[in-house]
């Protein structure tokens, strides 16, 4: 079974900056999450889609940061404008369902730094 | 704002010793999960317990919820070098599946 994809895998941009980082998520799973990991720190959820909707968004900058998730399979980050502050990895996972009881699965994540 | 606290923050042992981490919030969770996590890779999955009191082995770890389901541990036996990574707590309150993750235990076994 094909695990949760991201691409790129390093993205080196200057603040002010737009950059997309892409999540294809494990064929069937529903629930799809986008993760914020700062050096140090554990993940931070961003966003969580349930097929093509968004289920909760609220840790999301919604000022500097969009996703979307349009036929409820691939998924995408945008940052626009980038902040230094930005720079960490972007981790992907997906799940069967929404519930805090299943496995969340996750891709390799995006390293992002900004200069 | 609900917060998993992860003690310690860093461990070094030696191959063979034994060690214990440990996950601790004010607040109580309908589920329990540890991770590990390796550089440059994503989370990966141990073990989920979602019972009070539940203790859980998977070969040398074994992964406790506290009874009131506001904290955790997890302990390695003869810990090897493959043991070697970041540790994380992430506690989770039920249907829509958002989990808390903890900052993490990062541990080093040396051979």
């Known amino acids: 079974e094909a695990g949760v994809a991201q691409s790129p895998r390093y993205k080196i941009i200057e603040k002010r900056q737009s950059v997309a980082f892409w999540c294809n998520p494990i064929?069937?799973?529903?629930?799809l999450y986008w993760y914020q990991q700062i050096l140090g720190q554990g993940p931070k959820l961003l966003i969580q889609?349930?097929?093509?909707?968004?289920?909760?968004d609220s840790q999301l900058p919604k000022d500097r940061f969009s996703a979307e998730r349009l036929k409820g399979v691939d998924s995408t980050l945008k940052i626009q404008p980038a902040k230094l502050e930005d720079s960490a990895v972007y981790l992907c996972?997906?799940?069967?369902?929404?519930?805090?009881?299943?496995?969340?699965?996750f891709g390799p994540g995006t390293r992002l730094t900004v200069l | 704002t609900q917060l998993l606290e992860q003690s310690p923050q860093f461990l070094s042992i030696q191959e063979g010793e034994n060690l214990t981490v440990y996950c601790n919030s004010s607040?109580?969770?309908?589920?329990l999960q540890w991770y590990r996590q390796e550089p440059g890779e994503g989370p990966v999955l141990l073990v989920t317990?979602?019972?009070?009191?539940e203790v859980k082995k998977l070969k040398r770890l074994t992964f406790q919820f506290g009874d009131a389901r506001k904290d955790s541990s997890l302990h390695i036996t003869a810990a090897q070098p493959g043991d070697t990574g970041l540790y994380l707590c992430?506690?989770?309150?039920?249907?829509?599946?958002?989990?808390?993750f903890g900052k993490g235990t990062k541990l080093s076994v040396k051979p």
């Open positions: 996972a997906s799940s069967l369902a929404p519930s805090s009881y299943n496995e969340q699965f």
């Open positions: 064929s069937g799973h529903a629930t």
């Open positions: 889609f349930q097929n093509n909707g968004v289920v909760d």
């Open positions: 607040s109580v969770f309908s589920s």
């Open positions: 317990v979602v019972t009070g009191g």
């Open positions: 992430a506690g989770g309150r039920g249907s829509q599946g958002n989990l808390i």
